[in-house]
């Protein structure tokens, strides 16, 4: 059984997309509206363990990740695609395409990483450890997480709602596995085989990603990076942003094609 996956689109320009640490795809659905369906096709996916994946077993790891969703690419009968990942699935991006290579039937055109977690992943202090395993559990420390990444500037709303996106779409023990997955993984040693365009896009205001974290880790993992600093938003623009982050998203694959 392969992942669950939404399509939105019907055009010849294939785009896989890979959800964060937050809930499942649903986060990208303020983005729907703002997509060419003449020209591109987006498949968002969720994980096991989240969404329409939810009764899907473990491992949950990067690995199994790229596995899963080479599946998908084969289901629907891709051949070329783009990917594009947020946050802990711009990792997942990554792995997918340096995976592509063992793969002589496929080509990743491109990959877009919408404030995402490196290759390398995020070491934490244990103080911060604490705070992100106690979000599984606990939604004052979820909140807490959440505010942090948006900037500690936007309605309360906002958070609400990505914090219900996780309580209604995770299994809190499924969500604090993959946050160990996110910041231990580490495939820096596999990075240089990343050779496709890469836009890495940080949000202004993410306390989480941010641009200085950025800017000192993404070049010395992929020297043709480009790094583009989102305005008026934080760690999720396509709730944020929309508009701006699927323009800036688009346009970007069409040019690397």
């Known amino acids: 059984m392969s992942l669950a996956y939404q399509l939105i689109g019907s055009g010849k320009h294939h785009v896989m997309v890979l959800h964060g640490w937050f809930g499942d795809h649903g986060i990208w659905s303020p983005s729907y509206d703002f ?13 096991r363990g989240y969404g329409g994946s939810r009764e899907l077993v473990g491992p ?64 934490l202090p244990p103080e911060i450890k604490a705070v992100f395993e106690a979000a599984a559990h606990d939604d004052a420390m979820a909140c807490n997480v959440i ?3 948006l900037g500690q500037r936007l309605k309360p709303q906002l958070t609400q709602l990505i914090l ?19 910041s231990e993984t580490n495939f820096c040693e ?18 989480g990603v941010s641009e200085e974290m ?18 008026n938003s934080g760690h999720y ?16 694959i069409l040019n690397s094609i």
């Open 60 to 123: 949950h790891s990067m690995a199994q990740i790229s596995s899963d969703v080479f599946d998908v690419v084969d289901e629907l009968g891709w051949k070329t695609f783009s990917l594009v990942g947020h946050s802990m699935g711009g990792m997942a991006a990554q792995r997918v395409a340096i995976d592509a290579l063992n793969r002589s039937d496929l080509t990743v055109q491109c990959v877009v990483g919408v404030t995402p977690v490196p290759a390398s992943g995020v070491p």
């Open 164 to 182: 219900k996106l996780k309580n209604t779409t995770v299994a809190p023990e499924v969500f604090k596995k993959y946050f160990y997955v996110f």
């Open 35 to 47: 997509i060419d369906q003449d020209l591109f096709t987006y498949a968002f996916v969720d994980y």
């Open 147 to 149: 505010e942090n990444s």
């Open 190 to 207: 596999l990075s240089s085989q990343l050779k496709q365009p890469f836009l890495v896009l940080i949000g202004q205001h993410d306390q």
């Open 237 to 252: 623009p396509m709730v944020e942003i929309p508009v701006h982050l699927m323009t800036v998203i688009e346009n970007f």
């Open 214 to 231: 950025a800017r000192a880790v993404f070049p010395g993992l992929y020297p043709h990076v480009k790094i583009e600093v989102l305005p």
